[in-house]
């Protein structure tokens, strides 16, 4: 039996969450909340399941809550989607991400991809028979050059890939970023796949721009959403992906034989939900607090945490405590300080190793303290 994919291990995440439980560490690895989700909206999902909404859903979702959808992306990126051509839900953002790259990637087409990259990126689109040409980018900037991005577009180039806010280097695009990512896109058949699933986990007053804004991007990219990230519920499994009528029918000819529908309960209760705007517009707010609690108690101590515009990541420089390799030392930090971290050059398709760890500060603030107490110790 040959593998498709030779060189896939098992995820960074499922790896150090593991390690965490085994060890009994805090877990800062895997990127996932530990605090309660909301009551009412867990009373929803039981009133529609009592209500007999169990069984399958429409294939692209159910309609309310697309159009709920669309109501938000207008209200806060003042673009029109159409709810029926434009929008299907996901059993995540996973999913959306696997079924966009399926709908574009035949074999030999290129990819680009900016490292650090979340890691289902790659083999996702390799699994399809397509190349990943990757750019590295590096911290503390993690800036592009546009020169080089240029420079790495082939006849070949079929997709670009793109993750705002992002996962890990917890940077977020800026206008001055799409304009250059339009001349580059203009006269190409290229298309865009934007993750945006951290949209709202930006700081410090910074906006969000969505691809959708773009009318030039807009009309050739998919746009891949999270509710797991939105409302705290990551074990839901629950997204979606918006994309021009001609790419969305591709889309769901993929996603109908992939999981067909996602599900029924949890779509109704999340759409109902999410009418409510402050359940959304107030996470910038609430996250901001974290890492404002996680940088500055990181102040008293001698790792250095690197300017963190969005995501719910913030990456940490060990230098000055030790200068083992990344994975070593967040294999040391869980083994005999119980914190759990990811190495960042996990997000890396070749080896690069910066002294950097990236930390999940989406947690209730008893375990930000205590993770801080063993932090500032080192
Ligand atoms: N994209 C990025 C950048 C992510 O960090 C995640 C969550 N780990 C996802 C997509 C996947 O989202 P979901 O959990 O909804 O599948
Ligand atoms: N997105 C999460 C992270 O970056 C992990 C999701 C997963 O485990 N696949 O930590």
């Known amino acids: 039996f040959s593998s498709k994919l030779p060189k896939t291990e098992v995820s960074i995440f499922s790896r150090m969450s593991t390690l965490a439980q085994q060890h009994q560490a805090i877990n800062l690895s895997q990127g996932f909340p530990n605090y309660p989700v909301s009551e009412r909206l867990i009373s929803l999902v039981e009133q529609y399941m009592r209500k007999g909404f169990n069984q399958y859903a ?19 990126y003042a673009v029109d ?11 995540g953002g996973t999913q959306a991400l696997f079924t966009a790259i399926g709908t574009v990637i035949k074999p030999g087409d290129e990819t680009i991809i900016f490292e650090p990259a979340y890691d289902s990126y790659k083999p996702t689109v390799e699994l399809f028979g397509g190349n990943v040409v990757p750019i590295r980018l590096k911290a503390p900037d993690f800036s592009i050059d546009w020169a080089e991005v240029k420079s790495r577009i082939s006849e070949r180039t079929r ?10 280097s917890a940077k977020i695009w800026k206008k001055q970023d799409f304009e250059m990512l339009e001349k580059l ?9 934007s993750d945006e699933v951290y949209e709202h986990m ?8 969505s691809v959708l804004q773009f009318p030039r991007l807009r009309e050739r990219s998919f746009v891949v959403a999270s509710f797991g990230k939105l409302l705290h519920t990551t074990g839901w499994k629950l997204g979606y992906a918006v994309a021009p009528k001609y790419f969305t029918e591709e889309f769901r000819k993929i996603h109908q034989f992939n999981v067909f529908s996602s599900n029924t309960p949890v779509q109704f209760a999340v759409a109902d939900y999410i009418k409510d705007k402050s359940t959304y517009l107030e996470l910038n707010a609430f ?31 060990y230098a ?41 500060f989406a947690k209730d603030d008893d375990t930000l303290d205590q993770s801080l107490a063993i932090l500032t110790k080192l």
């Open 58 to 76: 429409p294939m692209p979702g159910i309609l309310v809550l697309r159009e709920t959808i669309a109501e938000k992306i207008a209200s806060l």
């Open 81 to 91: 989607v159409d709810a029926n051509d434009e929008i299907t839900i996901t059993s």
């Open 159 to 168: 997709l670009i890939i793109l993750n705002n806010p992002t996962n890990p």
């Open 185 to 193: 896109v203009k006269d190409t058949s290229i298309i865009i796949l």
């Open 202 to 209: 930006v700081y410090d007053g910074l906006q969000h721009c």
């Open 287 to 317: 996250f901001q607090k974290k890492r404002d609690l996680m940088l500055t108690g990181l102040k008293a101590s001698r790792f250095k945490g690197i300017p963190c515009e969005g995501t719910y990541f913030l990456l940490i420089d």
């Open 320 to 360: 000055q405590i030790s200068d083992a390799a990344e994975l070593a030392y967040a294999i040391q930090l869980i083994r005999q300080f119980k914190v759990a971290t990811v190495p960042v050059s996990a997000f890396y398709s070749t080896f690069f190793d910066q002294n950097l760890l990236r930390i999940c």
